[in-house]
């Protein structure tokens, strides 16, 4: 088996730390076989009792965009949602690829369209993550084709071997002994965010090019690193790479305008380019772009809570990631590149049990990526003085 | 896309006659992606309400019986058998794919283990047949790796081409209307079960080399044809191709041996070759082979009725497959190929209602192939007297 996807394949089950009779849940794409191979061995190995296998194909996804009754194509098969929660019940493990399979796949279609078919989302995975019930990782999968897209200057044998080498350092899997290197730097992680906390700022104030945002926080806004624990204390690493420290913001209080630096890869593959949104009173009221603005805008219109923001995060620069400047198109890895906002749906754990009823709730949650090395985030304590958070991609904490 | 792929994917719904507003769940292999677009999109343009596409890893289920306690191996997780019997709440449409992708994928792994994990088979689909709440079609998918063990003393590419020119044939695509063609030849399979059916025989003898059998028919064994219609009179062929004559025996008169005359593929790829089986009052005693004689013998023990027959079928002749003399190793081809008979389960509408409690009940139902040229089949009325059914591979009724 290739040396990278079976190193990759032990990370994804130490970080979702599979017990012995568990459930193990993959999602996975057409064109990832080779992965899930190498975390089914792994997972077995620990004991798992069963893994359980979804492959998504996005080809099958195009046929139904083109041909199917447009208005049917929000219809999913309740066994897909009953599935999650069963997973959920079972307490069970859960692993799901990124990463491109097939960049064409959906390319020429109305995005208008695209944007009614979520899946392989389906809205219960929400519940399940609010509830704790879960150990789980997501990791990007190596491919030819995802190489092409993102070094198409490269004849393709090169472009594979770049990604390959670019994962390969990303992953740390140059260091001595990869797992102890995720556990050193998530304890940094931890450490921001236990700075954070302990300001318990009002406000985060972003400011750069493109980018004048006021975004408030909750008084019980709680700040977390990629290091998760089921609520029966299954501790688990949820992204591998991660290199973020984020929360919820106040649904309510954000204000101001943003300019994605990165584009946004959307779940079903739609690649939304030089992304502009202004923010009034927390609700994105102008989303535009340069191209795809529409897949986003149907996503945000999905339900009361999608044109809000649901989470906010702070990228520092010693991940290894944005030092790289490429753009994989892969959210798992471009968000670890940079500070991002998400619309959408928060993470119940974000904020205290008094705060919970105010976090933003919706069925999506689209992360897109504001943060650059010229981005200034200046935190606003409640007695109105104001904090260099971060400046040059540094923590000035 | 591909020519072959796009008429099989035609004629697969066609077959299962999918209706608008239907669900359509999908059985596929990995591998046999492009056979899967070819149905997704035939589906969608008939006005289906959502392909729900179902892979099966076979190197996912090797992964498992290499690692995973053996103790566990008979489980399932209860999504499977929900998402099917869900499926026939819904009265929904299923195609299944058949034909080997990876030959390989299980050799060497022991196979009393390979028994115990019956997957992607799941025992809820014997319900939803029974119940004949969907309507279904299953077919061959060609694949490079299924020529390679079809042809081994062909190089690759021509072994590939050989399949594809025997499916052609095989598939009735050389016809000017291949759909009129099937219309015709099940037409053709209907007459002989209806002069079965005429004749009522207690019992058939079977006389040919290694093969001395008598098996008891109920007084209302029903032929059947591959025309089948659901409860709601949907018509739909369960199988294309289709070349048998089928129906029910009495499980409790079974007496005599038999020699298969073609290699038995079991559902999770294993190759039983050189088959025999004695049968007292019923009962598979004793059941020998050259090679994995073991993985049948573990399914013939998994419940009461699964070392009983649920099934005998005639093959004439006139059927496409026994003209070409190639073993496919995929009983949808091979047992069209030759008379054969099932160990497990019957179908219900095999029999009249007073003896549809006699039918042998199982959760598993295997075809193997009994038939030759040399096969004498003679039907014993009620009265004793004897009356040749078939000789040479014609039908003497």
Known sequence: MDALVEAIGDLAVHGANVQPGQILGVTASIGQEELVHAVAGAAYRRGALFVDVFYYDPLVKRARIEHADPQTLGFVPPWYGQRMLELGDRESARIGFSGV???QALDGLDPALLGRDQLPWVSEITKVV????TNWCGVACPHPRWAELVFPELPPGEAYERLRSELWHVYRLDEPDPKAAWDERVAALK??????NERAFDALELSGPGTELRIGLLPTSFWQAGDFATRNGIRHLPNIP???????????R????VAS????????GTIVRGLRVRFEKGVAVEIDADENADALRTRAASDEGAARLGEVALVDR?????ALGTVFYDTLLDENAASHIALGNAYAFSAGEEDRRRL??????VDFMIGSPELEVTGVTRDGSRVPVMQEGDWRL
């Open 242 to 252: 991660t290199e973020e420290v984020f929360t919820a913001p106040d649904p309510e």
């Open 101 to 103: 399979v097939c960049p």
């Open 130 to 133: 609010d509830d704790r019930s």
């Open 318 to 322: 010693e991940g290894r990631i944005g």
């Open 360 to 365: 933003n709730r919706s069925g999506i949650h």
């Open 254 to 257: 954000v204000d101001g305008h």
């Open 191 to 196: 450490a921001s965010a236990t700075a954070l």
């Open 261 to 268: 630096t990165k584009p946004l890869v959307l779940r079903d």
